[in-house]
């Protein structure tokens, strides 16, 4: 078994966010493996995550962004990014991901939060676009019917918060949705956006 030192228990939780007791199992595990003891703990902190999420989150912070030009603001972003503590909703990290994610915002243009958000009008009349292009193009009745449900998926991706890629993957690659899941086991709290806003000058 290697010998495990202060320092690396110190600059593992410095890069990962785990507690002391946390990193030092890690590292045993892996023995020593640094690399490996980082996998360890975000498989660790996943499963935490996926067990926290029927807790409540009814504290956190407002996410803001404004959009200059010409030394006037023309688009300002909000959101609600939403935690279990007063503790964790102060905290630097937390902070910037509400930021990071009101520039998300501004960028990628979503109109929902989640898949559940979309109303069923937006739905059918997406589906009905989607099968009048494939019907034109000539593609059978069984076939129209598979492109619709794929298109389906882009189109949640391209309107729906959560399952958007962000937009800055040097900070983070993945979806919205991976990255407050993250967030989650880093913090060790239930993080969840609650409501966006998004206006712009001169669109609807």
């Given at each position: 078994m290697a010998e495990i030192s202060a320092k690396q228990v110190?600059?593992?939780?410095?890069?990962?966010?785990?507690?002391?007791?946390?990193?030092?199992?890690?590292?045993?595990?892996?023995?020593?493996?640094?690399?490996?003891?980082?996998?360890?703990?975000?498989?660790?902190?996943?499963?935490?995550a996926k067990k926290r999420a029927d807790r409540t989150t009814d504290t956190g912070s407002i996410g803001h962004y404004l959009h200059f030009q010409t030394e006037r603001p023309v688009m300002g972003c909000l959101v609600e990014l939403r935690c279990e503590t007063d503790f964790v909703a102060k905290s630097e990290e937390f902070q910037d991901t509400a930021r990071d994610l009101a520039m998300h915002l501004a960028a990628a243009r979503p109109q929902w939060v989640t898949r559940d958000q979309v109303p069923d009008i937006a739905i059918d009349e997406a589906s009905k676009l989607f099968a009048a292009q494939a019907a034109e193009q000539g593609k059978p009745p069984e076939v129209?019917?598979?492109?619709?449900?794929?298109?389906?998926?882009?189109?949640?991706?391209?309107?729906?918060?959560?399952?958007?890629?962000?937009?800055?993957?040097?900070?983070?690659?993945?979806?919205?949705?991976?990255?407050?899941?993250?967030?989650?086991?880093?913090?060790?709290?239930?993080?969840?956006?609650?409501?966006?806003?998004?206006?712009?000058?001169?669109?609807?």
């Open positions: 110190a600059d593992l939780r410095k890069a990962t966010g785990a507690g002391m007791m946390d990193a030092k199992k890690a590292l045993i595990e892996a023995d020593g493996d640094t690399e490996k003891a980082k996998e360890i703990l975000q498989v660790k902190g996943l499963a935490d129209v019917e598979k492109i619709v449900a794929g298109k389906l998926g882009s189109f949640y991706s391209d309107n729906v918060l959560y399952e958007q890629e962000f937009v800055n993957p040097q900070k983070f690659e993945g979806t919205v949705e991976a990255m407050l899941e993250h967030l989650t086991a880093r913090l060790g709290e239930k993080i969840t956006v609650g409501a966006i806003a998004r206006v712009a000058l001169g669109e609807n």
